[in-house]
């Protein structure tokens, strides 16, 4: 570019006639100029250049500082997530060092149990031990003295018993016809006097208690605070708890207490397990009563089954059908005049046990039938019957012995005595009912009435459930909402009212509550 300029400009010069001095004059000029151009050029690039490599220098150094100051950070945050997870793990340390030496010292106690009852044990053998042989040296003895009588008499045992009777016999002989005589006129009266001995003798022997049955159940609480809870915004607690118990529950002025008031004690026993649990729990509310209420059936159940094996065990029994002890155990709420049946039924195995042993007969039938002679009670109410008709069925179809049913079923006179056991069951049922203060006609009426009350509700069609309270004076009704309207419902209340008057006899009035209730439920998922 410049060799072409350089000529372009020859042209001119040679078409401008200039002179040769002139010419290398302008050309030296302009090669000066050229230098001068391109050094300031070089300048011009060099502080450009080292204008860039300033600003890179500068982007280096803040990236640096910036990774510097995350990599102070990370390693801040590592010290951090270090430092607390070996103090969790201290803490986990200590916890497991703690329940070592718990566990440690629960062993060490329970080798010290052992260790006593090995030397209990130990104890009991050496003294069985020497039990026995001195009843051996007890008998040798004993055995070596008969001996010895028989070789100086030159008779053995039997026949010295022989002759001394023939010779007490023919010396006596008048005097025996008198004791005959004597022993026929006495002997009613002595057999009177001796089986009298023997009842006071078996009635002394089995000295059990009796309780007689009540109509309410207090329960403890831990403050009158709790009160509050139990009945609850506008009562419902307290309602929801009786609609689904049929029992009254009564919160009164009574410091820490709540009585809880009914007939049934089935329904008692499950009221005072729900409240229980509720107050244990803290959360009353018409929903955790229901799962309370369910719990509570159940923990009855399990009490009505302990209470059949309990019964069975402390009469000595064994081999009974489960389902048949369950159905014993039933009689733990029912009551007989007041009288608690399943106390009464122990009470008459270990009667006619003792009986059948003084007598002769034989003992396991007797108290097995002393035992089960109430079981139609279980179900009277279910089945059609007398109680000991529906006893007799259930034996039956639970393979029990015919003797034990036949000693059974004559204790109230319905069917003949057939053996000597019967007697005895009946001596024993009539020995444990007429114990002073064992039962109660006007509990029993009472109670009677209550049920009279339930079944004239129940017999409506409408009606779900019933339940008797406040000793007869009320009875709530509940209904199922989808067969009757509110005033159907206002109807039932007055027929109900008029079939009791027409029915039963009572003092003062019955007020009938007819509950119709109706629930929307619906789950958030």
């Known amino acids: 570019m410049w060799s072409l300029a350089i000529l372009s400009t020859l042209n001119v010069f040679e078409y401008m006639e200039i002179n040769l001095v002139d010419l290398l004059v302008f050309l030296s000029s302009v090669g000066i100029g050229v230098v001068v151009g391109y050094y300031v050029r070089q300048s011009v690039a060099k502080k450009q250049l080292s204008t860039a490599e300033g600003r890179a220098t500068s982007i280096l150094e803040d990236a640096k500082k910036e990774s510097q100051e995350m990599i ?20 986990r340390e200590d916890h ?82 008198e004791k005959i005589k004597k022993l026929e006129r006495e002997g009613v009266e ?74 049934d004690p089935v329904r008692r026993e499950t009221a005072r397990i729900a409240l229980e649990k509720l107050i244990e729990d803290g959360r009353i509310h018409p929903t955790r009563i229901d799962e309370a209420v369910v719990y509570a059936k159940k923990e009855v159940e399990h009490k009505i089954k302990e209470a059949g094996e309990a019964a069975v065990y402390d009469v000595g029994l064994a081999g009974i059908n489960p389902r048949l002890v369950y159905l014993l155990g039933r009689l733990r709420y029912r009551t007989s005049y007041g009288q608690n049946v399943l106390i009464h039924s122990i009470e008459v195995a270990h009667l006619s046990g003792l009986l059948a042993a003084e007598l002769g007969a034989d003992v396991s039938a007797a108290k097995k039938a002393g035992l089960l002679h109430d079981i139609g009670k279980a179900v009277d109410h279910e089945i059609q019957g007398t109680h000991v008709e529906i006893g ?16 059974m079923k004559s204790h109230h006179e319905e069917y003949p005595f057939e053996s000597a056991e019967s007697f005895i069951v009946a001596a024993g049922d009539a020995i444990s009912a007429g114990r002073p203060g064992a039962r109660k006609d006007t509990l029993d009426q009472y109670l009677k009435r209550l049920e009279e009350l339930e079944e004239i509700a129940n017999s409506f069609e409408s009606v779900e459930k019933s339940y008797a309270i406040q000793a007869g004076r009320e009875i709530r009704v509940f209904v199922n909402p989808e067969k009757i309207d509110d005033l159907g419902a206002v109807k039932l209340s ?17 007020k009938v509550n007819v509950l119709r209730e109706t629930r929307s439920v619906e789950y958030a998922r």
Request: hydrophobic share 35%; glycine share 4%; no cysteine.
């Open 494 to 510: 007055r027929n109900i009212a008029n079939k009791i008057e027409e029915e039963l006899k009572y003092p003062g009035e019955i």
């Open 392 to 407: 007799i069925k259930i034996l039956e179809k639970f393979n029990i012995d015919k003797k034990v049913i036949s000693a």
């Open 190 to 263: 002595s057999l009177k006097k001796k089986a009298l001995g023997i009842m006071t003798q078996i009635i002394q022997k089995y000295a059990g208690s009796h309780t007689a049955e009540i109509t309410t159940t207090t329960v403890s609480i831990p403050s009158d605070e709790v009160k509050g809870r139990i009945i609850g915004r506008e009562g419902r607690n307290i309602k929801a708890l009786e609609r689904l118990t049929g029992v009254e529950i009564i919160v009164d002025d009574t410091p820490e207490a709540v009585v809880i008031s009914g007939f």
């Open 96 to 177: 497991l060092v703690k329940k070592e030496q718990r566990l440690e010292e629960r062993d060490s106690m329970i080798d010290s149990k052992m260790r006593e009852l090995d030397k209990g044990r130990e104890t009991l053998i050496k003294k069985a031990d020497e039990v026995r042989k001195v009843r051996e040296e007890v008998n040798e003895l004993r055995e070596k003295e008969l001996k010895r009588l028989e070789k100086i008499a030159e008779l053995d045992k039997e026949q010295a018993k022989t002759v001394l009777l023939q010779i007490a016999e023919e010396e006596n002989k008048v005097e025996l016809l």
């Open 72 to 91: 102070l950070n990370a390693k801040d945050k590592a010290v951090n997530i270090l430092e607390e997870s070996k103090k969790k793990e201290k803490e």
